[in-house]
Structure formats: structure tokens, C-alpha cells
């Protein structure tokens, strides 16, 4: 074949993250909304005010059976007849509770969007909760958590959050409860959940697509403008600590194949002006295959199909009292697990001692900014990333300006960010594996205390 | 050199999906499919060979996707990762993945950065055997073994799939083994075998490029010719091996695995109609009725009504060289055995074969249709990656712009025919999981209709080089 030399880019075409538009309904519901052209299937996030904090003490799991009973029937169909009223409209409809709050996702095509915004307004507005569809969330729910067990990323996670996080923190429990709460969640605790915590005032819409065509204002106002509420008085956050100092869990799982690695640590709010150095930094450590921990784990030594780190937002505030996950995350084969995390270390404290590189430093501006477009091509990525804003109390433009602050990011600044993030020394290592291959060389790896639990 | 590019057939779009698509011949034989759409200011670049784990031999499974990861180690002037490193560092997302039918490469680029995924496409193409060494081979086949491991060995249930398709497509068929292959298999992979591999079917004329986005089609048709032109096309491609089987299996095939896994489950694979025929479009509405979704019968009957499970779903693997797969995945409910279960599903199956779907049923499975694709059609990478797929596997990408229509014009009867005539006892391979663990009392489960769908859909058929996703 003719070899060309590698072409040189073209002009770049401008591209900003798209800023919503922001209103109210006279109910107080906070709207937002966005039109993308193209985008036939229109995204609807609705966020709700009801952390999980907020959850009555010993009934952890009320808010997430809360958010599943919502689409359980409303006062105009029973549950049967509201799951096929909404796929009539070729819509699906997900509710799921976090720590910040309650997240209800409607996508439908822009073509029936009116029908599908009246279905997500009897769920909020009148859902029914009838007594015997809770009881089968509640069984259901009880019957997911084996298989949560079982999965070793579920379990790593469950691990370090018990683990890092003090005990009488809500953030150290599972989201969605554990056996012994669930069990005690019945239709009147579903009731009273949904009673204190969910109101138009306290909640915000996001909308969108291709709206072209569509009265929104209208078509909101006979829909989410008919839900009614009062006002509700003012959250404190509670704070969020935890005890990073390093140590290592190993979780028995006898046979397994492989070790599940999860490495944390608590971070800091993403209202920190570290964050966008940090979110640099952590590309650059493990962000992709050609990331430092890919390319040694990976790449050069076959050990895993692929280790990433992260900086994972639990809760956001404007006062800057929240917190986040900062971790390690992978999968390395059984027999290597001594050697991979050697290895793993030592990348740490290279980073630590030599930093990182100009070059490395510009790739990862120019990925991180780059995508950018492609990453929110689609109504939902939009509508997902408008809807987090909301919830972590950051301004609408958040996403706009950090990739304006990402390219001013220095290659210093960026090494600074990242070593302060994963300090070897304060990681809470969980290994789900098999206790009897592991231990031993974990132990000669000298990266803190070891405990095996089952 | 030059081309003979096909007239402008694109100007008949469909109005629901507003797609529209050219088809250009190189001489060497590469089509090139283009789709011009300037909302967003993105590219994408597809390009699938017509080669998957079905072309592969007894002994060497898994080879299709082992080789596509040694197709990001590197080409005759791209050094090491530098195929990652580009992309990557022009904005660009990528990766690979592999399936019984062909495998694809597909890079997304900020539009004016087009032109490199081009050249370094073309470069792999052309020239990837003088890169390509001992070395990366042994580093990649530890990746794929610990990719197996990670997303089938070390998970509850993980080896199902392969399972079921091995009794769905008898010893010796080509579809007898999944496209990850077994640990054996991949440790006999050699050097040579990747060669052999590469200069078979990594020709110019097994493949289709496809361009979507913010693109000038003549620009972009004139960078394909000046880039892939000069790859040479061959016919060394041995004729696949035929996939062709009865409709119905003839009898029910049966495996009970008893395993550490969370609760009993009860899995089946039914053989359908092929893709790319109206039946195989019945048989998706069939399927969608009865367990797409929380207004499905089985969802209803089992998790609602009886509740005897915690999930239950129905899903579509479509293929276009052998029967298609539907996939039906059930975890019990705690306490539950498996044959109330099955007595349930039996009964299910058997008045859908007799009554059909109702007219409301058939609506809310079109509009769940429609949805699916109106979502795949969403990004220049989905819209891309189905024009590769109507040109590799059925000859004409045009037929892409059509397939919601096509859906939407099944009838009743011919969604209870397919039933009637697939969806029965004699027609599938059971699986059942009884659990050994410590907790094998009282076992139960989650698993949810859109699990089964996804697993069915080929999400778990295929290995990926790289997992998408990263979080800012």
C-alpha cells in the first residue's frame, strides 16, 4: 500500500455545552429546559428532594421501594394498567434514591412527550402505593440482596463503604438497604416517606431534545402543573467523615478466579476548586487503557482487563460540606494479585515522586475537552448531566466552565491534585477474592493492616 | 486507483428516522457507506469486517476477538498504543468488539479531526502483520483471559450464555462456541495463527467503512480513495461454513447446573427465524410482548400475579447466518422450584401461540420497537454502526433506513404464527441453575427483563478492547 503521513486536524467547529433555560411552574416546581435539535427521543429527569439521610432510622431502603412504588399505579390506573400506558408510548420510566436524593427518568419520543409527561405527573402527583404491590417491592427487594452479594464489584463496594465511612453515617449503609431494614418497610412507611419528602417546590424538572413543535410551557402546566404540595422547611446536611488511614479487607470468596480490587478514600466536595485539576490528574493516573495503571497492569503485564481510578460525587453542596469516593477500581487474576498490586503501589509512588508529565498533561486536556460533543450528543447524557448540577447544587453553566478551567489546568497543578487524592498510605483496600491465594502476599506488601471477613 | 462510487440513492428516507445514506465502491473493493448530519459538530468512523467467531475453526476459538485486540498493538506507523494515543488525544472515543458475525472498529471524533481516524484505519489495514509480534500477542491473550474471567468465570451465572447457545447449535456448528472463546483454545493461539488470521480476512474487500456526522461526503469520500485506495483486495476468504439448521430443534434440550450462585434460575434459548426476514421481525414483537418489559405476560403472570420470580424477560439475539436466539431469563423468588416456573411459562406460551396479541399489546410493543431504534439512531456512532451492519450482513445499507417501518407493519397473525411455530416446548434448550451454596435454602434473585434483553442482544457475546466510560 501507499503510506501518507499522518494528517495534520482541520479548523476546529465550536461546540459549548448547552445551556438550559430555567423557569418555574406556579406549583414551584424549578424547570429547565433544553432544545437539541435531532434528538427525537426526548429526555425528562426529575430530580426530588429526599436524600437518604432523610430515611426514618432502621428502615434504610425506604426511599429506593418509595421510588419503584411511584410507577405501582397512580390515582387514574392500577399498576398493571400504568406499566402499559406507558410503554403505549414507547416510553420507559426509572426511578431509583441516592444519597443526594430521588431521581425519576422519563425518555419518550418527542412525538408522544405530552402522554408521557401526564403519566410522570400522576406517579408524582397521586401515586397510589397500594398495600400489596409494596409488599412485592419489599420481596423483590429482599430477594435482590444475595445477588448483590454475590457480585464481587457490588460486594467490594458494600465492603468499603462499611468499612471507610463512621458507623452511624447513613453513607456507610447500602442505598438500597440491607435485609434486616427492608424487611421492616411496609405501605404506610412507603406513605409517610413520600409524604414528608416529595413536593413540586422542592423539585426540578429537566427537559431535553428536539423540541421543536412542542409548547412546553403548555404542555407542562397540564401535566407537572397539576401536582400540588406545601412548602417544606429547610435541610441541614449532616457531615460526612470517614477514616482513610490504610488498611487492607480481604472478602473471602473461595474459588474465585479473579481478586475485585477497590481501593477508597473520602475526597472533597466538588465545590473544592481542586476538582478540575483532580479530575485531570485522576485521568491521567487511570482514566483509560493508556492511563499510568493500564499501562503497566494492562499493557505491559497482561494482570487485569483493565484497572481505573475515579472521583465519584456522593453528595454536593453549595456550602461545600459534602463529600466524594476517590478510588481504584479493577479486576486482576488470582494468582497475580501480590504482584498487580506491587505494581499498582509503585505507580502510586512514582506518581508521588516524579509527577506527571507535560505531555501526559496536554493528552488528557485534549481528550478530556475533545469529547466533550460526542459525550453529550444524546438528549439523556444532556439532560443526566443538567439533572446532577441540580442536585449538587452547582450553577447551570458547571459543565460549561469546567472545560474552560480543565485546559487551564497546569501540568503542576494537575500532579498536586492527584498525588493529595490516592496518598499510598491512606487507602482502604477491599479484595474480594479467594483468602486462602491472596493473604499471604498481600500481607509481605506492607500496604497496612489485613483482616479477612466472609 | 479510482472508484466507481454508486448514484445518490440516499434521498429516499424514511420521514420517521430522517437518515439518509450514499454507497460508493473502491476498486479495491471497500464500500464506502456516507451519511451526512450537521447538528453536532461529530464524525464517526465504522468499519466492520465481515469475520466473527462463526469463521473460526475447531481448536482456535475465540481467535476473532484475541485478533481484534492486537489490531490496537500497533501498525506500520502507528508505534505501540499510538492507535489509543491519537484518538484519544484529538478528543476522540474508540474501540472494538466482536460477535458471532463480524467484528467492527469504530472511532468517534470531533469533526475536524475525521481525517486522522481515517489514515489510521487504513494503516491497520494495510500494514498491521509489520507491527504485529510475539510480544503483544502474549500481553493481549493475558488481557482476553483475565476479560473472560472478569465478565463470565468470576460472576453468578456468568457462563450461561455459553452454555445455551452450545446446546441451541449442535457440536461442530459454527455457532456452537461464543465469540469469547475457552482459556485452552486461547493459549494455543499462536503467531502464526494471527497471521494466517489477519491476511485471510483483513481485506479492503471484507470490509464496509461507514462515515457519519458533520462530514463533506466528497472531502470524505476522496480521503477514503487516498487512504485505503491502495490496500490491495484478495479472495482468500475460504467460503464460511453453512450455519443453516432446522426451524425447531425436535426436541427439549435440558442442562441443570448446580452452582454457588444467589438463587435458582431458569433459562431458555428458543431457535428463530433468521434476521433480515419478516418472521425474525414477528418474532422481536412476539418476544417484546411476552417478556420485554414490566407490561409483558411473563412479567405479569410470573413476577406480578404468581410471584414466583423477581425478574423475568424475554430477549432477541438476531442472526443472519444461523437461526436467531430468543432468550428467555428467569430468577426465582425465593423458595420457588424451578418447575412451577416452567409449568407457568408453558401455559404462557401456549395461549400466545393460540390468541396472538391483542391490538393494544402489538401497539405497546411497535412503540417499544420504534423507541429502541429512534436510540440507536441518536448518536453518529449508532446510526454508523447500522448502516455497517444492513451492508456486511444483508448487501445493502439502505435497508437500514427502512427498519422501523418494517416492524411497524407486522400483523397480529404473523406474530402468533411465529410463536405457534418457534416458542414450544420441542424448540428450545433449558437451563436450570440450582444454587449449592450455604444460603441454597432460601436462595433467590433480582435479574430483570432488561438484563435478559441485553445479554441476548449480544452485549455479553461480545469482547470489547476497551470498556467505555469514564466519569468527570
Redesign the interface.
Known amino acids: 500500500m501507499t503510506f501518507h503521513p499522518k494528517p495534520e486536524a482541520g479548523p476546529a467547529r465550536p461546540w459549548d455545552f448547552p445551556a438550559p433555560e430555567r423557569s418555574a411552574l406556579d406549583n414551584g416546581l424549578t424547570v429547565l429546559h433544553c432544545h437539541r435539535p435531532g434528538q427525537k427521543v426526548v429526555a425528562v429527569e426529575v430530580s426530588l428532594d429526599a436524600p437518604l439521610y432523610a430515611e426514618p432510622e432502621g428502615l434504610d431502603g425506604v426511599a429506593t421501594i418509595m421510588a419503584r412504588a411511584l410507577s405501582e399505579g397512580t390515582d387514574k390506573h392500577t399498576a398493571e394498567e400504568f406499566a402499559a400506558e406507558l410503554e403505549r408510548c414507547g416510553a420507559t420510566l426509572d426511578a431509583h434514591a441516592d444519597h443526594p436524593g430521588v431521581r425519576v427518568s422519563l425518555e419518550v419520543p418527542a412525538s408522544r412527550l405530552e402522554r408521557g409527561l401526564g403519566l410522570l405527573a400522576d406517579a408524582l402527583r397521586a401515586p397510589a402505593f397500594p398495600d400489596d404491590e409494596i409488599e412485592r417491592l419489599v420481596a423483590n427487594r429482599l430477594d435482590e440482596i444475595p445477588h448483590e452479594l454475590a457480585n464481587p464489584v457490588r460486594r467490594a463496594a458494600v465492603a468499603l463503604y462499611a468499612d471507610l465511612f463512621d458507623a452511624d453515617q447513613r453513607i456507610s449503609r447500602p442505598r438500597q438497604g440491607s435485609e434486616e431494614t427492608v424487611r421492616r418497610i411496609d405501605a404506610d412507611a412507603v406513605r409517610a416517606f413520600y409524604a414528608t419528602h416529595v413536593r413540586p417546590s422542592t423539585a426540578t424538572v429537566v427537559v431535553v431534545g428536539d423540541l421543536t413543535g412542542v409548547g412546553l410551557e403548555g404542555v407542562l402546566g397540564s401535566t407537572l402543573g397539576e401536582w400540588t404540595g406545601d412548602q417544606a422547611k429547610p435541610r441541614s446536611h449532616p457531615a460526612i467523615s470517614a477514616d482513610d488511614t490504610g488498611r487492607v479487607i480481604v472478602v473471602d470468596r473461595p474459588g474465585a478466579v479473579q481478586t475485585q480490587l477497590l481501593m477508597g478514600r473520602i475526597g472533597s466536595d466538588r465545590h473544592d476548586p481542586v476538582w478540575p485539576a483532580q479530575v485531570l490528574g485522576t485521568y491521567c493516573l487511570g482514566g483509560t487503557l493508556t492511563s499510568r495503571l493500564d499501562r503497566v497492569l494492562r499493557e505491559e503485564k497482561g494482570y487485569t482487563y483493565g484497572v481505573r481510578a475515579f472521583g465519584q460525587v456522593l453528595r454536593s453542596s453549595a456550602d461545600g460540606g459534602g463529600a466524594s469516593m476517590l478510588a481504584i477500581s479493577g479486576s486482576v487474576a488470582t494468582e497475580v494479585t501480590g504482584p498487580a498490586l506491587a505494581d499498582l503501589w509503585q505507580v502510586l509512588r512514582t506518581l508521588a515522586e516524579e509527577g506527571l508529565t507535560d505531555d501526559e498533561r496536554e493528552v488528557a486536556v485534549q481528550n478530556l475537552v475533545g469529547v466533550a460533543p460526542l459525550k453529550f450528543e444524546t438528549a439523556a447524557a444532556v439532560a443526566g448531566t443538567l439533572a446532577d448540577q441540580v442536585e449538587q447544587e452547582l450553577p447551570d453553566d458547571y459543565q460549561a466552565q469546567l472545560y474552560a478551567r480543565l485546559a487551564d489546568v497546569g501540568t503542576v497543578e494537575a500532579t498536586a491534585a492527584v498525588v493529595r487524592a490516592f496518598p499510598p498510605d491512606r487507602l482502604v483496600s477491599v479484595l474480594v477474592g479467594d483468602a486462602s491465594a491472596i493473604v499471604e502476599p498481600v500481607k509481605e506488601l506492607g500496604i497496612g493492616p489485613v483482616t479477612v471477613v466472609n | 486507483m479510482g472508484h466507481t462510487a454508486t448514484p445518490d440513492t440516499g434521498s429516499a428516507a424514511t420521514p420517521q428516522v ?1 437518515l439518509t445514506a450514499t454507497e460508493h465502491r473502491l476498486a479495491n473493493g471497500l464500500r464506502v457507506v456516507l451519511s451526512q ?1 450537521s ?4 464524525a464517526a468512523v465504522c468499519l466492520w469486517y465481515d469475520v466473527g467467531s462463526r469463521h473460526e475453526v475447531k481448536g482456535r476459538t475465540g481467535l476473532a476477538h484475541l485478533f481484534e485486540h492486537l489490531m490496537f498493538q500497533g501498525s ?2 502507528v508505534p505501540g ?1 499510538g492507535h ?3 484518538v ?6 474508540l474501540n472494538g468488539t466482536t460477535s458471532f458475525e463480524r467484528t467492527n472498529y469504530f472511532e ?9 481516524a481515517l ?1 489510521l484505519e ?2 491497520r489495514m ?2 498491521l502483520l509489520t507491527a504485529l509480534d510475539l510480544e503483544s500477542l ?6 482476553v ?3 473472560r ?3 463470565y ?4 451465572y456468568g457462563t450461561a450464555f455459553e452454555r445455551l447457545v452450545a446446546m441451541a447449535f449442535p457440536e461442530g456448528h459454527p455457532y456452537h462456541h461464543t465469540p469469547i472463546g475457552s482459556m485452552a483454545d486461547l493459549d494455543a493461539a499462536s503467531l502464526e495463527d494471527a497471521r494466517a488470521f489477519f491476511r485471510t480476512y483483513y481485506a479492503p474487500n471484507n470490509a464496509v467503512l461507514a462515515v457519519v456526522g ?1 462530514i463533506d461526503p466528497e472531502q470524505t469520500l476522496a480521503w477514503a480513495e ?2 485505503f485506495g ?3 483486495g484478495h479472495n482468500g476468504k475460504p467460503a464460511p461454513r453453512d450455519g443453516s439448521l432446522p426451524g425447531v430443534i425436535g426436541e427439549q434440550l435440558r442442562e441443570v447446573v448446580h452452582e ?4 435458582r434460575a431458569l433459562m431458555a434459548a428458543y431457535r428463530l427465524p433468521q434476521d433480515g426476514t419478516r418472521e425474525a421481525d414477528a418474532a422481536d414483537l412476539a418476544l417484546t410482548v411476552l417478556g420485554g ?3 409483558s405476560r411473563l412479567h ?1 403472570r410470573l ?2 400475579r404468581d ?1 414466583l420470580a ?1 425478574g423475568a424477560g424475554f430477549g432477541l439475539l438476531r442472526l443472519a447466518q444461523a437461526p436467531s436466539l430468543g432468550w428467555l431469563d428467569i ?1 426465582a ?2 423458595g420457588v422450584d424451578a418447575d412451577a416456573i416452567e409449568a407457568a411459562v408453558d401455559e404462557e406460551l401456549a395461549r400466545f401461540a393460540e390468541e396472538g396479541p391483542t391490538p ?1 399489546e402489538l ?3 411497535q ?2 420497537i ?2 429502541e431504534w ?2 440507536r ?4 456512532g449508532g446510526r454508523a454502526d447500522e448502516l455497517c451492519r444492513y451492508s456486511v450482513l444483508f448487501g445493502d445499507p439502505q435497508l437500514a433506513l427502512g427498519a422501523v417501518s418494517r416492524v411497524l407493519e407486522v400483523t397480529a397473525e404473523e406474530v402468533r404464527a411465529v410463536a405457534a411455530a418457534r416458542l414450544r416446548p420441542d424448540n428450545r434448550a433449558v437451563l436450570v441453575y440450582e444454587p449449592t451454596g450455604p ?1 441454597a435454602e432460601d ?5 430483570n427483563a432488561a438484563d435478559a434483553g441485553n445479554a441476548a442482544d449480544g452485549g455479553n457475546a461480545e469482547g470489547s478492547s ?2 467505555a466510560g ?3
Open positions: 430522517g448530519d447538528l453536532t459538530p461529530v506500520a506507523n498504543n489509543f494515543e491519537l484519544q488525544s484529538a478528543g476522540g472515543s468517534t471524533m470531533p469533526a475536524h479531526q475525521l481525517e486522522l489514515w487504513a494503516d494495510g500494514s502474549d500481553n493481549q491473550r493475558d488481557v483471559k483475565n476479560e474471567r472478569q465478565r468465570d468470576n460472576v453468578p458533520d487516498k487512504y491502495s490496500i490491495p454457588d450462585v444467589p438463587s418489559g414490566e407490561s405479569n413476577v406480578r410471584r423477581v430468577k423468588s425465593s393494544e401497539e405497546r410493543a412503540a417499544q420504534e423507541r429512534l436510540d439512531l441518536a448518536t453518529v444460603q436462595a433467590q434473585d433480582p435479574g476497551e470498556e469514564d466519569e468527570q
